[in-house]
T-cell receptor, first 115, second 115 residues
């Protein structure tokens, strides 16, 4: 079974600064997919970024980028130029491909952006 | 385009009472998911539908939980009887298809409090 670990329960960052959220996972699979989801206080969860394990290039989406270290089973999210609207819970998630694929989420991290 | 709609947003019931949650997925999305999210935790899959067929209900406590997706569109999740430990947020998500390449779109959730 796959596990996803987010060991930092809370983080805080000053507006316009950069912050990195950590995530590690455990799997015996070689092909899989990793995701970061954002859940603002309104609770509607949205996809921030995703990474295919077979791709060496780290995914980027505007101010969001990941540092994917496959050997270390690490998948951190970097948020550049933090904005107040980035305040939310962030969940790291794992999915293996196949007909029975499903998302396995970590416990999440609460990020607060200070004005 | 309307997102995933869930109702009610909040529900307070006494233990041993029944409760039902309703979900209307994004139009055209064949795959529908119900997740349970306990406080301070990531979502956990309860059941997944492909059209009207439940393709993964291995995590659904079938002694008290039931779900249906008539005509492969709207879905209802029911708990009967509710227990104190069922207090949580119940999230519904939908996607165009099954698998990693299909982004899951989440609804706002129903926060259930069992007293």
């Amino acid at each position: 079974a796959q596990t996803v670990t987010q060991s930092q329960p809370e983080m805080s960052v000053q507006e316009a600064e950069t912050v990195t959220l950590s995530c590690t996972y455990d799997t015996s699979e070689n092909n899989y997919y990793l995701f970061w989801y954002k859940q603002p206080p309104s609770r509607q969860m949205i996809l921030v970024i995703r990474q295919e394990a077979y791709k060496q290039q780290n995914a980027t989406e505007n101010r969001f980028s990941v540092n994917f270290q496959k050997a270390a089973k690490s998948f951190s999210l970097k948020i550049s130029d933090s904005q107040l609207g980035d305040t939310a819970m962030y969940f790291c998630a794992f999915m293996k491909p196949g007909a029975n694929s499903k998302l396995t989420f970590g416990k999440g991290i609460t990020l607060s952006v200070r004005p | 385009e309307a997102g995933v709609v869930q109702s009610p947003r909040y529900k307070i019931i006494e233990k041993k009472q029944p409760v039902a949650f309703w979900c209307n997925p994004i139009s055209g999305h064949n795959t529908l998911y119900w997740y349970l999210q306990n406080l301070g935790q990531g979502p956990e899959l309860l059941i997944r539908y492909e059209n009207e067929e439940a393709v993964d209900d291995s995590q659904l406590p079938k002694d008290r939980f039931s779900a249906e997706r008539l005509k492969g569109v709207d879905s209802t999740l029911k708990i009967q009887p509710a227990e104190l430990g069922d207090s949580a947020v119940y999230l519904c998500a939908s996607s165009p298809g099954l698998g990693w390449s299909y982004e899951q779109y989440f609804g706002p959730g129903t926060r259930l409090t069992v007293t």
